[in-house]
């Protein structure tokens, strides 16, 4: 059964920092496209950041610079590191596996307060 565990988000001010963490099954997480989405109320669920096998990353550009997104293959868990916080990164961020399919997380609250 594949099962992505998301932890780490939570309510922090402006400028502060928070990590997320996504811990995945093995059989999918060394052959899977690992990465981060966000999803705001009223607006559609977007990419922040992917990282691939080999640790190509990808980053949305309103994230680029401040978030850093990782993978540790011996613990099966990506990380996206979260700097300089804003207002706008509230959200509730979905860890992703992606190949010709899809898997998702249960999401865990970003909560930013200005």
């Known amino acids: 059964q594949v099962q992505l565990v998301e932890s780490g988000g939570g309510l922090v001010q402006a400028g502060g920092s928070l990590r997320l963490s996504c811990a995945a099954s093995?059989?999918?997480?060394?052959?899977?496209?690992m990465g981060w989405y966000r999803q705001a109320p009223g607006k559609e669920r977007e990419l922040v950041a992917a990282?691939?096998?080999?640790?190509?990353?990808n980053y949305a550009d309103s994230v680029k610079g401040r978030f850093t997104i990782s993978r540790d293959n011996a613990k099966n868990t990506v990380y996206l590191q979260m700097n300089s916080l804003k207002p706008e990164d509230t959200a509730v961020y979905y860890c992703?596996?992606?190949?010709?399919?899809?898997?998702w997380g249960q999401g865990t609250q970003v909560t930013v307060s200005s």
């Open positions: 093995p059989s999918i997480f060394r052959i899977y496209i």
């Open positions: 992703n596996a992606k190949r010709a399919d899809d898997y």
């Open positions: 990282v691939t096998t080999i640790g190509r990353t």
